[in-house]
């Protein structure tokens, strides 16, 4: 690792501010991407902000048919918590299945999305679930906050507080794991709510996307058959050591009919 | 530089430390705990588990500054008195180790796997050492010895 | 309670220090002083060197020196040379050999090759150093498959080698075997592969080398499986006596061959420990090890198999081309060549067989043994074409290797490739594993399996495997006043248990306390010659010496005994640590007999004190033959071409089992890493830059928890061989010869109504689902 600073600022306020102050600064929340990647040498910020102990980042509540998670809960914690468990099991169930035990006793909601790993779980649940990501400036929709490859909206010094997700009727979450590193070669995430439903994509693409052709034919027809017949392009799609394109335009189908099944 | 306070196997613990300072070398280098292995650079072996305030951690993927106030256990802290803990002993009955360098993560993992979920089973016990790898065992002999480890635990 | 002879399940003596985290790898090594070394590595596949700048480097903060391949060639020091059994081409002229040196001097030739030696006062200082190196590189064009290294207009590696040939070889009876294809009824060809792997121990590699100014001597640390002749290596290379050389290898977290080699960085560290008079530390990271430890298999094969009208076979043909990588490494030529061809035709029997291997030269990290080094690349040719026979002759798999196999009044039998097979009963194991495996109730579960949309496949696989390794071993005892004994022995455990199996025998055979015998490995002050550990070699030549050296004192030790009872040698039994007289039943322990040897006034004429102390070296004269048979049921999801390898049955007959408990974890870790060859591992580079693809866990795949199949073992004991007095056959590498073909081919199995005939290691499930997809579309 390249030297730095470190700092563990208390408030929102302090972090903001050695931000500012900073030359190249980085925020840190669990760490699990960043310290690998400074590790190999891959980053080399002047300053770490760890944000991960500031008190207004954390926590999971529901109220109503909203359920809130903070930015730094861990991903064990939101794979462990009741509330999420009765109110959007697939989001409790996807937590379950991000990287392993150890790394979930560290790596937060916020950290994950704030750094929009194409291959990371957690953005096809924000987008299929139609989270609001509130930040420490404004609130942005899942959709307009993943932008692009390991790109979001997030402004320069700009944090993730929470997220909001509206619990919906039915959802479920399938994911085929990348056999060495464990993120998911694919992802789909399925849930349907009072407006409709929703098919978002991870691992397959650049960034998370929405298959819309699915979420027509299952808003007719809740059931695995509804996708029969529809073909998933596979232009676009990631192709790479792990997976051809062509093997991921196939899997979207497959996990998608498996979530569609699992949602009930 | 950060000055950190923590516990390590019930020991008080300050120490003065690089922002970069790794945990794990926090403790193999620092403080001669030299029980906690590093076997990668990208958190997938395992063999660097600890446990932060009574939960696994990957030591290697977690700065010394971070631990500042926790509760930090090692493999070295398992044993209580000179008497290995019930999942050591399960281990070693059940010849769930060979080179022995996985062996310590393994272990951690295995107590907090334990721990959270007495009743564990099989499937279980594989999908909680997902972030754990073996090259010499074929891992069935630790399988064993995780659930005999889990119920000596219960006692 | 625990009982501690010869084939009992005795709990290890070393597991206590490894679960309390108290044993001692290298990387928890820290003398006093020591500095740090960091090796800058080749980023490119092929490239000359025009020049190496470490001005700024040197200048950075805690830079303790800088060591390139310009000074390593003004010190003269020496390349490694390949010790490759077999080292002359099919003309008798030699193997074309490129000098090894242990840095790259005006060219590189892989992605990896060590290009510098940085020293620093931290590993921190190193990294940042090694970026400010400069080394200016004129990219050259790469070739890293063999098959296209030795067509012709691929890039030369070696300006003085033509065509990047190495060597090639052949055994067995060409003539007799182009006659059994002429007169056979069928003839099944099949092209394959076994990819390149590497074996990911998971301690990485690592040393610490010093130099004592007083002494003249040079002090080793190092994860090795082999000190003595790495020493020899290394002092070859720095040019100083043997002796000079102390080499060390402390617990060593696994091996499985990639820590047998030569390795270019111990004479580094070596050379500069002596430079900057203080001890120097590497510890190779996991993505170097990715690049720098050596890789294994890596094999193209075309293999055809002559059969009648009955099935029964008439002959075996095998041409394969083995990626060597850009040099010979310490025994790399000998794996496709002579290390592929003895087990061809594993366990069945063949009136004629003809091998041919070829050595080629790419920019890949250079291959050595990985598990096997040969074997279950010869299991995996035979048991594929034998598979692919049945399926295109339409006769049940299980039938036509049953009819096939050795009869066991067949043995012992020199195969047409010159494998002694002495003792063994192949039908018989064959036999075992079927029942094992609950074939009667196959046809529910493959209907239970296609309920939830899964197909359910079966395959069996019989393997014939050989040892390996040096043939000598040196065991010693020496005796303490209390009972105790200090084993020492030159092979060596990586994770294998000898610590406990060579006192076990020493125990069974001397009746000495289990608990009061120490045990010493690799340390070449400790032994005077040493094998290491290779080849299933450990119990069979290690152990065969420990019991040696035991029947060599038990001799001694009944003179003294006879002494202390006035009575015959001859007449002395040692039962459970006491001697008795069998005409006067008077007794003495073993107890007392050791504290005998020490004390002149109770020893007899001609002994001295300490009279028991035993050295000996026992030879091995012929490689024995472990055999065995997998059986494996695998669940293939056809949606997503995902292979869960559900159950493996396997019997092995490694002859006499020493502790049950080590040969079944042998067995157990031997599947794993076979399955991980079957199922997901792969090294990759890039065809046109010769990157390497697979640089790390996050892209190299290996075996977790839940790949793993519920395993069920048995060893079938019935025939030990005279080979060695212990009547063990070897162990450690029979689970990679079994499970790549069982498992790859009861995934063709449940495939079979696709039409799918055959997938290419590693079956990804990409790989089997286009399999599905390309067999449906024709």
Redesign the interface.
Known sequence: MYEFEYHQPKTLEEAAKLFADADDPQFMAGGQTIIPVMKQHLAMPSDIIDIGRIADLQGISVDGDTLTIGAMTRHGDVAGSDEVRKSIPALSDLASHIGDPAVRNRGTLGGSIANNDPAADYPAALVALGATVYTTSREISAEDFFTAMFETALEDGEMVVKVTFPVPEKAAYEKFPNPASRYATTGVFVARTGDGVRVAVTGAGACVFRQSDFEKALDTDFSPPALDGISVSADGLNSDLHASAEYRANLITVLAKRAVKHAG | M?VISLSVNGIPVTAEV???L?LSSLL??HLG???????????????C?VH?DG????S????A??A?GTQIT???G??QKGK?HPM?EA???N?A????????GM?M?SV??ATEQPDLDEAA???????????????????KAVMAGAKAMRG | MEKYGIGQPVRRKEDVRFLTGTGTYIDDIKPDNVAHALVLRSTHAHAKILGIDGTEAENMPGILGIVTGKDWIAEDFQPMPTKSAVNKKIDGTPLNQPPRHALAIDRVRYVGEPVALIVAETVSQAQDAAEAVEVDYEELEAVTDQVKALEPGAPQIWDDIEGNFCLDFELGDKEETEKAFKGADHVIKLDLRNQCVTATPIETRGAIASYDKDTGKYFLQNATQNVHANRDTFAGVLKIPSEDLHHVAPDVGGGFGAKNSGYPEPSLLLYASKKIDRPIKWISDRNESFAADTHGRDQATTVELALDKDGMFLGLRTKTIGNIGAYCWTVGPFTPTGGSARTQGGPYYFPAMHYTGIAAFTNTMPLDPYRGAGRPEGSFQIERIVELAARELGIDPVELRRKNLMPADSLPRKTPMGLDVDTGNFPEVFERTLKMSDRAGFAKRVADSAAKGLKRGFAIAPYLECTGGGPKEFAGVKFARDGSAALRVGSMSTGMGQETSMPQILSDRLGIDFDKITYVQGDTDATPIGGGHGGSRNMEVGGSAVLQCANEVLVKAKQIAAHLLNSNADDMELSEGVFTDVKTDQSVSMVDVVAASFEQSRLPDGMEEGALDTDTIYEREIISCPNGCHSAEVEVDPETGSVNVEHMWVVDDFGTIINPMLADGQVMGGIAQGLGQALMEEIIYDEDSGQLVTGSLMDYALPRADSMPKMEMAFFEDAPTAKNPLGVKGSGEAGCCGAPPAIVNAVLDALKDDGVLHIEMPLTSEKVWRAIAEAKAG
């Not at chain 2, 290697?60 to 700065?63: E, V």
């Not at chain 2, 180790?97 to 310590?104: D, I, K, S, V, Y």
């Open positions: 950060p690089e922002p970069r790794l193999r280098d705990l030299t029980g906690t292995h590093v076997g990668c650079d990208t958190s997938q072996c395992g063999a588990v932060v939960k696994p951690v990957k290697c993927a977690m700065l500054a971070q500042d090692t493999i070295e398992l044993a290995l050591q281990f070693r009955d010849h180790l060979q080179c022995g360098f996985c062996t310590p272990v993992m907090a796997l016990v594989c999908k909680g050492l997902e972030g754990n790898l073996c090259r010499c065992t074929g891992y069935q002999n630790i399988i």
